[in-house]
Each structure stands twice: as structure tokens, then as C-alpha cells.
């Protein structure tokens, strides 16, 4: 699975963002779709995950409320939109597919394949 994610720029503090990421060469329906970010000087973080099949999601906790996580099956895209955005979510977005979708995983180890990154960065 070929992965891309777009969607970054510059926007200004309290804007929004919508970030997607799409799969070339195969459909998304025998995968789980992560979305982390990194930081520059920080460690990838887990973002949200979303279950293709299901639809189920799920938010690290620090994430919760302004991050949502959906899916367009008949795009085969999944979305990441960020709400009121701050400078502290200046970072590089990365989406991850993981072909094991019967348990939620957050560790960047766990994760197949990965997107080359889209950046965001919000100026205060």
C-alpha cells in the first residue's frame, strides 16, 4: 500500500485544517488508518485511528475534541480535520496503515506503511 497525505500549510492560530490521505495500488477495507505527527525535536505521536471496516475510532487523549478522524469509501480517503488549531500543533502529519484491525494500536512500530507527511504550521 502506497500511502500520500496532503492537506498542511500555514494557517493562523484558531483556523481549521482538513488533512487527507489516500491509498494507490489498494483499497483502505482490509486496514486500520492512523494519523501521527511529529514534531521538530520531538518523538512521533499517535493522533487518532480509524477502523475502515467499522468506521470505529479512536483518540489518544490529548487529541480528544479538536481532532476528528473519518473515512470516504468511495474515495478511498480518509480525513483528519483539526479545529481551532494552536501553535503547539505545528508539526509534520503523517497517515499509517496497519493491516492488524481486531485490536487498537498507537505505537508507531506497529503500524505497515507510511505516508511521506504533510506539514502543518499554525502562527500565532
Known amino acids: 500500500v502506497q500511502l500520500q497525505a496532503f492537506g498542511g500549510g500555514l494557517v493562523q492560530a484558531g483556523g481549521s485544517l482538513r488533512l487527507s490521505c489516500t491509498a494507490s495500488?489498494?483499497?483502505?477495507?482490509?486496514?486500520?488508518v492512523g494519523w501521527f505527527r511529529q514534531a521538530p525535536g520531538k518523538e512521533r505521536e499517535f493522533v487518532a485511528r480509524i477502523n475502515w471496516s467499522s468506521g470505529g475510532t479512536y483518540y489518544a487523549d490529548s487529541m480528544k475534541g479538536r481532532f476528528t478522524i473519518s473515512r470516504d469509501s468511495t474515495k478511498n480517503t480518509v480525513y483528519l480535520q483539526i479545529d481551532t488549531l494552536k501553535p503547539e500543533d505545528t508539526a509534520v502529519y503523517y497517515c499509517?496503515?496497519?493491516?492488524?484491525?481486531?485490536?487498537?494500536?498507537?505505537?508507531?512500530?506497529?503500524?505497515?506503511?507510511w505516508g511521506q507527511g504533510t506539514q502543518v504550521t499554525v502562527s500565532s
Open positions: 499509517a496503515a496497519d493491516r492488524k484491525i481486531d485490536q487498537i494500536f498507537t505505537a508507531v512500530s506497529a503500524y505497515d506503511y
Open positions: 495500488r489498494r483499497s483502505f477495507s482490509r486496514y486500520a
